[in-house]
């Protein structure tokens, strides 16, 4: 007689105790937990045939990430499975106060002494030129016939993400002078924002992809 199949683990509660969330916090350290635990902290509880970490990595996952999420409209993340206006104002709060963090601990800011300090930290930079070097690449074949419909989506797709992030690293580099408009910097940033929308959403580009793949 073969034994029966563990029962499925849903529940935090189900987990053993070093294993959980708030106790793996308590013992460890925030920093070591992931970004889905941190997230099931907030949330408490999950729902039925997901738990509250399961949840976490469900948003992080749909928003790509902890700046998807800072960047969702509250509605929006309402909008999502076990997620009410309670818990999205708590995720909202949690990020907030994260940004904000960043803008009062200037001494943990690169120092900017001369003008070479000023230049883009070097990843921004590489990210820059391979975007570049990527889209001239595209142009080229474009002017030659050559340029297939998924390569296109896949330049669409990553330039515009890879811009909103280096956006993100330039207004922090700024620190709250970013978030000024008065500043070319926070222009760029809001600029930024519709670029994943123009001349076709991500979700598209993605599925323009997928279907390629046999997806």
């Known amino acids: 007689m073969t034994a029966p199949n563990p029962k499925p683990i849903y529940r935090i509660a189900d ?22 635990e941190l997230i099931a902290i907030l949330l408490r509880v999950g729902v039925v045939g997901e738990n509250a970490v399961e949840v976490g990595q469900r948003l992080l996952n749909r928003f790509g990430g902890i700046r998807g999420l800072h960047r969702a409209p509250i509605k929006e ?77 896949m330049a669409k797709w990553w330039t515009t993400d890879m811009q909103q992030k280096v956006l ?21 940033f809001v600029d930024t924002r519709i670029q994943t929308i123009y001349g076709g959403t991500t979700e598209i580009m993605k599925e323009l992809i997928g279907r390629s793949l046999g997806l």
């Open 15 to 36: 987990l053993h105790q070093s294993d959980r969330p708030r106790e793996r916090l308590a013992s460890l350290g925030p920093q070591a937990l992931t970004n889905a």
């Open 77 to 153: 993340l309402m909008e999502q499975h076990a997620i009410g206006q309670a818990k999205a104002a708590q995720i909202k709060a949690a990020i907030e106060l994260g940004r904000r963090l960043t803008l009062e601990s200037p001494e943990e800011r690169a120092t900017i002494n001369s003008p070479a300090d000023a230049a883009a930290p070097p990843a921004v930079q590489e990210q820059a030129r391979v975007a570049q070097a990527y889209v001239d690449d595209c142009i080229a074949r474009l002017q030659a016939g050559t340029l297939d419909v998924p390569t296109a989506a």
């Open 168 to 188: 993100d690293d330039c207004v922090q580099l700024h620190g709250g002078y970013g978030y000024m408009n008065e500043y070319k910097v926070a222009k760029d």
